[in-house]
Structures are given as C-alpha cells and as structure tokens.
C-alpha cells in the first residue's frame, strides 16, 4: 500500500491500487516464485497507476468530471514533503518513489516504469530539483 500512496499522493488511491494488485496477483502468486511475489506486485501497482493518470487525463478533458483530492495528515515536515511530492509531474514523481522510497536501482526503476535508464536519471534529477527549491521557498 505504501507504494500506491507514494506515487499517487493520496492514501485512498493507494489502498485502491494495493487491493487491485493483491486482486489481480492472487490468481498468479501460485505460478510466482517466493522471491517473485513482491516484484510482481510493485509493477501491478505502478501498472495500475499509469492506467489511472490515463484516466485522470481524459477526464481532465471533460470538465462534467472531477478529480479525486488527496489529503495527507501528520507533522508539519512530514506533510510539506509530501505536499511538494504531490506536485511533481507524475513521471517525476514515479521515479522519485521507487528510487528513494521502494529503493530501487536506476535499472529497476526503467524496466518497472519501461523508460531507458537516462529517462530515469534525468526524471530523478528534475524531480529533486523541484522538491529542493519548493521545500527551500517554504511554499510546500
């Protein structure tokens, strides 16, 4: 679940995102090797995600529709971090995620996310040099 709330800002789309996963991985997880399970499931959740901002993005373009609004509660850090994460575009904030919180290798990241290995190393970078000065403005 941590996952599918790190890369989607919200904790309900990330209980969402956890269930499909375990849903989906259930009919699979006999056929997986112990060491396969958790994999599977993180490229679910990154799968089920990227299949949700292509939602969002149609609806975005049909203003009869709304958008969920994520909300995060805890300290004062704690939530300016995850505010100015939030902010992040969405392939910025994906890499980010799995590179820092699922501490996944640059290769990890572009085999789970199917981007080459400078995508995610220039996303990374833009993605920290967004959250830096955001976080340094005091505007998170």
């Not at 709304?66 to 995060?72: A, S």
């Amino acid at each position: 679940m941590r996952l599918g709330v790190a890369v989607s800002g919200s904790r309900e789309v990330g209980e969402d995102l956890a269930q499909e996963a375990f849903l989906r991985a259930a009919r699979k997880i006999p056929s997986l090797g112990g060491t396969e399970v958790r994999p599977y499931l993180r490229k679910t959740v990154i799968d089920l995600w990227r299949n949700r901002l292509r939602r969002y993005a149609i609806e975005r373009r049909h203003p009869t529709t709304t958008l969920p609004t994520p909300t995060e509660h805890g300290n004062d850090d704690h939530e300016a971090f995850w505010i100015a994460v939030r902010k992040l575009a969405p392939r910025q904030r994906a890499c980010l995620v799995l590179r820092y919180y699922e501490d996944l290798s640059e290769i990890q990241t572009a085999q789970i996310m199917g981007f080459s290995v400078g995508t995610v190393k220039s996303q990374t970078s833009r993605a920290l040099e967004h959250l830096r000065k955001e976080l340094d403005d005091g505007t998170g």
